[in-house]
């Protein structure tokens, strides 16, 4: 099997083919950047995961974190991966220099988290999910606090984590009871507990940093009423170094089916009434500060998914290769050679699936940190604004798609590996058991589902839509060819079929149907999500039909090429079509689940 984790022809033609990322360094934010610098340090975390991560992935999910009731121990590996990480400067990748940082553009941070996520994605989320929480502080928190902590966060001396659900609220967050009361000196007194916490404790940096939310006493009932707050596992000294052990405790860890290497904890605030925290920010802000490092959390779940899938797919894909099994139909003789399995047709087509959800959803998720890279380079405010609505109405399906579509591909995975495929001895099985977390992390996709219909398509007066359509608009202009424009052709009715649903809706949801129409809000996810990601591989069908009409390739791009035309027609053919039925259900607010009754089950 290939030791290539992720394919360097694919990653090159997804960011300077499709997206162009090199002509963002002539923007002064990224002008001190050029192709060979991106390069440089898509080699090195290349290396990295290679070296460091991948080799305990399996040793990280037979041998998941311990608890002595004193302390959280896990196998050295992780330590030294996270380490290397940390000294790499690559936790800093994406800050300014003047903060220490790398100042790279997201899409090529997304590129590099891309080896980590297929290497090993549960060693991979204790920097991660520290680069999310500086970047919450960066945004924030007061200057003092900005000193103190995202220095040392941007280095790995210190990690971080975000710290919302509660035992009893679950995304739910209007409903949580953690607490804080001001202190003379500024800070205030946190009491409650948090679980779920991924990250929440162990002994890979010399700090935790935890962003906490919680109520101010007397504040507003409801998310209007949640601050945010720095909760450090150690207090600092006067001298910024890690002192008193903060009144906060790991109550105990929970044992997931999958990314076992990273802690997940119960933790307890205040059990003595003195844990220190910090607000940051204004009071009651803080589910508004939050949501920074949740929509980060999102891009990062759905491209996770995406590059997990795609391991499972890289994997199978060399299998199918290999492995002997049968001979080809028709004409075939029991003396004939037995065939490798990916002559078979059936193996084709769960290959097939697979390559156009995984790269379908690396193409969506590209598209997403490219419009990060836009909102931080663009100078018009109104340019800006339209990048931001357009973000705003594709983060929902750039966390839930990919998280729904990367677990189907894992699956197709284990199929084509047959009696082999749910064995421990392949790495398949757990590629799938890391995976399936995706639709639960940051939001079920159900709630993504919500969110889009009721709330991100209507948001700015439907601008987000505008921009989308636009954006559409101006990519099918690009196609020149056959292929191309068959496959826009293709799209066209549902694109139709979506703008005739639409007001449909937003009628219903102040209509005597609500109550259905919120039932099969998935059924709309789905029907956007498909055709969003067709749009992606039109895209990545347009500039590939260019590349073969372009001149002479050598064999190995031509294959490259004709394999992106093929997957984007087998996604339309296949996959946008399942779609049919999802329209019949919103369009005739069908009441199959919204009218069951509780007793009836």
Request: hydrophobic letters at 30%; aromatic letters at 12%.
């Given at each position: 099997m290939s030791e290539e984790l992720v394919s360097r022809k694919e990653?090159?033609?997804?960011?300077?083919?499709?997206?162009d990322t090199e002509a963002l360094c002539e923007r002064e934010r990224f002008s001190e950047h050029n192709k060979d610098t991106f390069d440089a340090v898509m080699d090195t975390a290349d290396k990295i995961a290679r070296e460091k991560?991948?080799?305990?992935?399996?040793?990280?999910d037979l041998n998941e974190p311990t608890f002595d009731g004193e302390n959280v121990h896990m196998i050295p590996e992780v330590k030294e991966a996270f380490d290397t990480y940390a000294e790499s400067g690559l936790i800093a990748g994406r800050f300014d220099f003047e903060d220490g940082g790398m100042q790279l553009p997201e899409t090529i941070m997304m590129a590099c988290a891309g080896y980590f996520m297929a290497a090993n994605p549960s060693s991979t989320g204790y920097s991660f999910l520290t680069v999310a929480a500086a970047n919450v502080i960066k945004n924030f928190a007061s200057q003092a606090l900005k000193e103190k902590f995202m220095p040392r966060m941007l280095t790995?001396?210190?990690t971080g984590t975000m710290a919302l659900t509660e035992p009893h609220a679950g995304s739910s967050l209007a409903d949580i009871t953690t607490n804080a009361k001001p202190n003379e000196d500024g800070s205030y007194r946190i009491k409650g507990s948090k679980m779920f916490i991924s990250a929440g404790d162990h002994q890979l940096s010399n700090n935790i940093v935890h962003l906490v939310l919680a109520k101010i006493q007397g504040a507003p009932a409801g998310v209007k009423g949640i601050s945010l707050f720095v909760v450090p596992k150690f207090r600092l000294d006067e001298n910024g170094e890690p002192a008193e052990r903060n009144d906060v405790s790991l109550a105990g860890l929970i044992h997931k089916m999958g990314y076992r290497g990273t802690t997940s904890t119960v933790l307890s605030f205040g059990e003595k009434d003195d844990c220190h925290g910090y607000l940051v920010g204004?009071?009651?802000?803080g589910l508004k500060y939050m949501f920074l490092m949740m929509n980060e959390a999102r891009l990062g779940v759905g491209f996770g998914a995406a590059m997990v899938g795609y391991a499972g797919y890289r994997y199978s894909l060399a299998y199918a290769k290999e492995r002997t099994q049968g001979r080809v139909a028709?004409?075939?003789?029991?003396?004939?050679?037995a065939a490798t399995i990916i002559q078979h047709?059936?193996?084709k087509r769960m290959l097939l699936a697979q390559k156009s959800y995984v790269e379908g959803?690396?193409?969506?998720?590209f598209y997403a940190a490219r419009l990060v890279d836009e909102l931080h380079t663009l100078e018009s405010p109104e340019a800006k604004q339209r990048t931001a609505e357009l973000l705003d109405l594709l983060t929902p399906v750039v966390k839930a798609w990919p998280s729904e579509f990367g677990p189907k591909a894992n699956d197709l995975a284990i199929q084509i590996l047959g009696g082999s495929g749910y064995?421990?001895?392949?790495?398949v099985e757990q590629c799938w058991r890391d995976n399936r977390l995706n639709p639960i992390h940051e939001g079920t996709n159900g709630i993504q589902a919500l969110d889009l219909m009721t709330r991100k398509l209507w948001q700015a007066n439907g601008s987000g839509l505008v921009q989308l359509q636009k954006m559409m608009s101006e990519d099918f202009a690009k196609a020149q060819h056959q292929a191309s424009k068959r496959l826009i052709a293709d799209l066209q009715p549902y694109l139709a079929k979506l703008q005739k649903l639409i007001p449909v809706i937003g009628a219903e949801l102040k209509g005597e149907n609500q109550n259905s129409l919120l039932a099969n809000a998935s059924c709309f996810l789905t029907i956007f999500g498909q055709i969003v990601v067709s749009w992606m591989w039109i895209r990545q069908a347009i500039t590939a039909e260019a590349a073969l009409n372009g001149g002479s390739l050598s064999s190995d791009d031509e294959a490259f090429y004709r394999g992106k035309l093929q997957a984007a027609k087998y996604f339309i053919d296949w996959e946008l079509t399942v779609t049919d039925r999802d329209f019949k259900i919103l369009n005739s607010m069908n009441d199959s689940c919204s009218n069951m009754q509780e007793a009836w089950f």
């Open positions: 990653l090159s033609f997804q960011l300077y083919e499709v997206l991560f991948a080799p305990h992935n399996r040793k990280a790995g001396e210190f204004e009071e009651h802000q028709p004409h075939n003789k029991p003396t004939d050679k047709g059936d193996v959803g690396m193409a969506l998720c064995t421990r001895e392949y790495p």
